[in-house]
C-alpha cells in the first residue's frame, strides 16, 4: 500500500518537473524547423557545364549525365545526401538546399531534371 502511494507521488514528480520546460519536441507538419547552415537537403542545380566530375565522386550512383541532350539527373531514391558532389563541383553549379520534405507516392518526382548548361529544372 505505502510502496503503491511511493510510486504515485513520484510519477506525480516526475511529470511536474517536465510540465514547465520548454518541449524537446515540434508540432510537424504543422511548426517546422530552419535547418542550420550545415544542413544537406536536396541538392539542386543551376548552371551545370556537364564535366562529369560530380558523376565519379558520387558514391551512389545517383547521378545521370546525357550530355547529347544536355540532360543532367538526380535520382532522389538513391541520393545520400552525403555533399560530394556539390563540394567537389569545380563551378560551383550544385548547391545543397535546406529542403527536407522529399517524401512522395510517385517515383518519378524523386527524379530530378536538369539541364546542361541552363538554369532550369525539367521537372
Ligand atoms: S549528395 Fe552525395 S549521393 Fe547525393 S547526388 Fe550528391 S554526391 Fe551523390
Ligand atoms: S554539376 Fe558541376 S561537377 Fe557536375 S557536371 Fe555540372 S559542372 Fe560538372
Request: aromatic residues 10%; contains cysteine.
Amino acid at each position: 500500500m505505502f510502496k503503491n502511494i511511493k510510486y504515485l507521488l513520484l510519477s506525480m514528480f516526475v511529470v511536474f518537473k517536465h510540465l514547465f520546460k520548454k518541449p524537446v519536441t515540434l508540432e510537424y507538419p504543422e511548426k517546422k524547423i530552419t535547418p542550420p547552415k550545415e544542413f544537406r537537403g536536396k541538392p539542386v542545380v543551376k548552371n551545370c557545364k556537364g564535366c562529369g566530375i560530380c558523376l565519379r565522386v558520387c558514391p551512389s550512383g545517383a547521378i545521370q549525365i546525357d550530355k547529347e541532350n544536355s540532360s543532367f539527373k538526380i535520382d532522389l531514391k538513391k541520393c545520400i545526401f552525403c555533399g560530394n558532389c556539390a563540394y567537389y563541383c569545380p563551378h560551383g553549379a550544385i548547391k545543397m538546399s535546406e529542403e527536407y520534405e522529399l517524401a512522395s507516392n510517385d517515383k518519378e518526382d524523386l527524379i530530378m531534371n536538369y539541364r546542361i548548361g541552363g538554369v532550369d529544372e525539367r521537372n
